[in-house]
């Protein structure tokens, strides 16, 4: 099993951008034509970025080819950090053609319906009409072309492949509906009486919804790979090196194995590395996701992307390039990216069926009529079969799932949770697990002083204002939060003299003329202070997830001060109701298992998974999914970018970082856990949604289709009017617009 991990790791990688996916159904197709390509033995692609991951030992040329052979475009992506702009651009430019379609379609249509609605245009067959009509035609035509080509060649290539999906639909409707009104109006006379209506503005308003829709999800979908632009970004261009006893700067990509490199104070860390010479603190909070910045000393690792602080420091390059611990985190972002599971769309699953059973009663009533209706028989059989096609337009179908989508992400955004994408709007009321990560999503994420225990005949005040002034000069990552505390209380510090920092275990000074040590047991023990009485408060402080620190003045000791990151007014609510929900909770953290487990007993979570490391994270996500769990994992920090892609749903913090919020299907502006309860509900009520209007919307057409088909004529001598046909058309879409808009006042959260 080992052996093929690792014939699996060391297999060669290729990654192509593509470009003319416009929908989920292209997936697959790109996808057979990379995987018949000799060498290939693993593809995956990726609808979110446009690109797809090739493993294997396949010839770059071949791959390009087969995907162009297939109808769509590719080039070769080289490199971990290439920059993903170039696509994004791409994907504007697309947005802002599908705008430009969809405006040229509804300058069109909309005049024409409003004239035919008002009857300002010219009769068929009138001596106005002769002339206007025909003109009209040709114009449509060339709306149909421009903003619907991508429709046609879609529905083409679909064809070629055995299938049916939307742009079939949107083909055969907008298509039909040209067609017919053409004939319409050069063979009038040989037409019923009832026949004698065009469709051009039935065809060319389609697409503009249509366009208009496409275009939306574009520019949402664009965004996605804002998640590794700000992955890519964490890592500086260029690194201070020392070669032959000289420091200086080169390109990052000029780092080698080995190489010795000087960090300075509020400089990025460039490589992975181990500490040679110096100490300082380092904020690992894109690791880790913990606030409190981490000592390192000589012997300490150090990892690519992570922010010095104050100190100055020598390192010895240990990893580079694609094996540092961030270029791996941007690797599990794209993978899990690229392995999220499509979800199919409900309406192309229907139109599959749909399709094929129309065109089929449309050829079938054409011969019924040609063979046994009156005369003009062959008038007959032609209006018929295409009202059946006209009044089978895909317009309430192709609307029944994006209207209530964009009704929902509307309210959602009114109640402070930004919905980035349909799918998982879709998917949130499935999940059956919800993982949490601790700090800044269940807890504040701010250290704060939570405990101050003065004794030997100290006071609170006195010992926090001494706390306060030797920390005043000091790195130590606690130093912000007594400072914040001591402000906060109007304390002003003294002045230390004689300041000393210790590594790993504290600081030493002379405040007032006498001598203040402040730090962990180890320096109360190098000190000679006598602190064996405490050990049981400071374990007790440890367990409830606290982070404390003795004081001791003339070596006696004067209190301690422990700091800690507090849990969300509202976190404990939040969790209660996802329970009353019936969906399990999971705390992962890359925090310790004592401060873990005290945190999650703060917030009533029984399931806890401590010292987590962010591929581990994603990779929890991985092993709950594959057990069956519908996964929704709710983070904020850079850490967690690769279980947010990974999980069904991804819900961020919005007051976390920004990699997180683009990592994420959903971002909580506020920051209050609350939010994702409040996100399932209406997910669920969406879904609902979702389906009323899909069966509306198959409700009018399967009524609709017989009575075209002309079921009532030999009964009653009823021939659906073709303006009965686009009536019904438009009455499919009016009772989906308005269905939809019921999401607008549904209760959610008691509200």
Request: proline share 4%; charged share 20%; glycine share 10%.
């Amino acid at each position: 099993m080992s052996t093929q991990n690792e014939s699996e790791m060391t297999m060669p990688e290729l990654r192509l951008s593509i470009l003319g996916m416009r929908c989920a159904g292209c997936v697959g197709a790109v996808e057979t034509a990379l995987a018949e390509v000799e060498g290939v033995a693993e593809v995956s692609v990726n609808f979110a970025d446009h690109s797809a991951q090739v493993k294997g030992d396949a010839d770059p040329d071949a791959l390009t080819k087969a995907v162009k052979a297939a109808g769509y475009d590719a080039a070769v992506m080289e490199g971990l950090d290439e920059d993903p702009s170039e696509q994004e651009e791409l994907e504007l430019k697309r947005y802002r053609s599908l705008m430009k379609k969809a405006a040229a379609a509804a300058a069109l249509g909309i005049p024409l319906m409003l004239g035919d609605h008002f009857n300002w245009l010219p009769e068929i067959g009138s001596e106005a009409g002769q002339w206007f009509w025909p003109q009209l035609s040709l114009m449509t035509l060339g709306i149909l072309i421009y903003s619907g080509w991508h429709f046609y060649s879609g529905a083409i290539k679909s064809l070629s492949h055995g299938q049916a999906n939307m742009d079939t639909l949107i083909a055969l409707g907008t298509g039909s509906a040209w067609l017919y009104s053409s004939i319409v109006i050069d063979y009038s006379d040989a037409l019923p009486s009832l026949a004698k209506h065009a469709y051009f503005e039935a065809a060319v308003i389609i697409l503009a919804f249509i366009n208009l829709g496409s275009g939306l999800e574009t520019l949402a979908r664009g965004k996605t790979s804002g998640a590794i632009r700000q992955l890519i970004g964490l890592q500086p261009r260029t690194a201070r090196v020392i070669r032959e006893g000289k420091e200086i700067d080169i390109p990052i990509h000029d780092v080698g194995l080995g190489e010795i490199l000087r960090v300075r104070p509020g400089e990025k860390i460039p490589v992975d590395g181990t500490v040679t010479e110096g100490h300082s603190s380092v904020d690992e909070s894109m690791l880790t996701g913990e606030p409190l910045p981490v000592e390192k000393t000589e012997g300490s690792s150090v990892a690519a992307g992570t922010m010095n602080q104050k100190g100055s420091f020598i390192f010895k390059a240990t990893r580079i390039g694609r094996d540092t611990a961030l270029a791996q985190i941007i690797k599990s972002v794209r993978q899990a990216q690229g392995s999220k599971p499509d979800i199919a769309r409900l309406a192309d699953r229907i139109s599959s069926i749909f399709v094929p059973a129309v065109v089929a009663l449309s050829v079938l009533t054409f011969l019924i009529w040609l063979g046994f209706g009156p005369e003009p028989s062959l008038g007959y059989a032609f209006v018929t079969s295409m009202t059946v096609l006209v009044i089978a337009c895909p317009c309430a179908l192709g609307l029944a799932t994006p209207i209530s989508v964009m009704v929902s992400v509307g309210r959602a955004a009114q109640m402070g949770i930004l919905i980035r994408n349909g799918e998982a709007l879709q998917t949130a009321g499935k999940m059956t697990c919800v993982i949490l990560d601790k700090t800044g999503t269940v807890t504040e994420g701010k250290p704060s002083v939570s405990t101050i225990e003065a004794v030997n005949g100290f006071s609170e005040e006195q010992v926090l204002q001494i706390t306060a002034s030797i920390e005043s000069g000091s790195e130590h990552p606690l130093a912000g939060a007594i400072l914040a505390e001591a402000e906060r209380r109007g304390i002003k510090p003294s002045r230390a003299r004689r300041f000393q920092a210790v590594a790993g275990h504290g600081v030493c000074a002379e405040i007032d003329k006498r001598q203040v040590y402040f730090g962990n047991t180890a320096l109360m023990a190098q000190k000679d202070v006598d602190c064996a009485a405490y050990s049981e408060p400071m374990q007790a402080l440890s367990k409830q997830g606290q982070t404390p620190m003795l004081l001791a003045v003339d070596n006696e000791i004067a209190g301690i001060v422990a700091v800690a990151d507090p849990i969300k007014k509202d976190s404990e609510q939040a969790i209660k109701q996802l329970k009353e929900q019936g969906i399990r909770i999971i705390m992962v953290t890359g925090d310790n298992e004592v401060t873990a487990k005290a945190i999650a007993g703060q917030a009533g979570i029984s399931e806890v998974r401590a010292q987590v490391l962010p591929q581990d994270k994603a990779a929890v996500v991985k092993e709950l999914q594959e057990r069956g769990e519908k996964v929704g994992m709710v983070g904020d920090g850079i850490n967690d970018a690769p279980a947010l892609a990974q999980a069904d749903v991804g819900i961020a913090i919005g007051t976390g970082t920004d990699v997180a919020i683009e990592s994420a299907d959903v971002v909580i502006l506020q920051g209050s856990l609350m939010k994702v309860p409040e996100a399932i509900e209406l997910s669920k009520a969406t879904v609902i949604n979702i389906k009323q209007n899909l069966l509306g919307a198959f409700f009018y057409n399967t009524i609709s289709i017989p009575v075209a088909a002309g079921l009532l004529y030999p009964l009653f001598g009823i021939l659906l009017n073709p303006m009965i046909a686009g009536a019904a058309m438009a009455m499919s879409s009016v009772t989906v617009v308005m269905n939809a808009n019921r999401l607008r006042w549904v209760k959610l959260g008691g509200r």
